[in-house]
């Protein structure tokens, strides 16, 4: 899927540039579909991958045309409000899936996902084109490489080896991504739990530190690095490099993302422990990034936004 998110990146801000904003949501959304569709049918993995690099293809291009739509049709006084319960949309929709994928098939689950995109075909009818088609990139590699395609892809796997019940850990973290803050400290209690498995000391307590640990972190991830950065993006950048810098944006992302969702079981046998305190090492350069170089988006005007980020780079 990040390959296919990759594909998806490249394309997606010259696509977006070249035949607008509402024509791209339309091809996105058959992507999505297509690949769900692919996933229901599949007799063997081959149609599983390809089903996978679809969905892929389509969230690549979603990161980047999804925000700038939104940045440039809402005012100014609600955008962030309304963009922020957009971007929350993901979490909710990770959520769900976790809750449902513990009482059904993964056939009945694609089922249901490919619902949503359905909806998306008929609502993409009555949504007017962008007025606006008539450096992100820190942000990206701290959001995508501070571990959650490690959590993600590997959720079962971490539950399991911290001897938690894989059902019940998916179910907690559906509820708590409602709220949490701390992906640093997520990352740390996770990997305070294999370091004290390592040394053979305390036990008992060590798969709680685990689930506590992953809790936290995706709860903070979903109110936070989830969607915060794509809304940046969309914002900090002047019409003219709009596309080109938002496809850099999230091609960096897409490929932190393939980075560590393909290096997660190497680290993690090399060391449990040390990968997460990896993760958490990230994490925290992100707050310093965040602190020294993010400006205030809040209640300007795109065009104010972009006038005081060129001070702060002078």
Not at 81 to 91: E, K, N
Not at 112 to 139: D, K, Y
Not at 279 to 303: D, N, S
């Amino acid at each position: 899927m990040t390959a296919g998110a990759m594909i998806g990146a490249v394309i997606s801000g010259r696509m977006t540039d070249f035949i607008g904003r509402r024509l791209t949501l339309w091809i996105l959304d058959i992507f999505y579909i297509v690949g769900w569709l692919a996933i229901i049918f599949a007799e063997g993995a081959w149609l599983l991958d390809l089903g996978r690099l679809s969905l892929g293809i389509g969230f690549g291009l979603t990161c980047y045309v999804g925000p700038a739509y939104l940045a440039e049709i809402i005012p100014k006084d609600i955008r962030g409000l309304l963009m922020s319960i957009s971007q929350s949309m993901t979490g909710y929709g990770a959520s769900l899936t976790f809750v449902i994928g513990s009482f059904v098939t993964w056939r009945s689950l694609a089922i249901i996902g490919c619902i949503p995109s359905l909806l998306l075909l008929l609502a993409l009818f009555f949504i007017p084109e962008s007025p606006r088609w008539l450096v992100g990139v820190g942000l990206m590699v701290v959001q995508a490489s501070g571990g959650l395609y490690g959590f993600m892809f590997y959720m079962s796997e971490i539950f399991d080896s911290a001897g938690i019940s894989s059902t019940l850990g998916f179910i907690l973290v559906a509820v708590l991504q409602a709220s949490a803050t701390g992906q640093c400290l997520g990352c740390l209690l996770t990997g305070l739990s294999y370091f004290l498995q390592e040394l053979d000391w305390w036990k008992e307590a060590s798969p709680i530190l685990a689930l506590i640990g992953v809790l936290v972190y995706m709860g903070s991830y979903a109110f936070g690095m989830g969607g915060i950065p794509w809304i940046v993006v969309s914002e900090i950048f002047p019409i003219n490099v709009k596309g080109s810098a938002g496809t850099l944006c999230n091609l960096v992302s897409s490929f932190c993302s393939w980075v560590v969702s393909y290096t997660f079981n190497y680290s993690f046998s090399w060391s449990p422990a040390g990968t997460f305190f990896i993760y958490a090492g990230i994490c925290g350069f992100g707050v310093v990034f965040i602190a020294k170089l993010v400006p205030e988006t809040k209640g300007r005007t795109l065009e104010e936004i972009h006038a005081s980020l060129t001070r702060i780079m002078q």
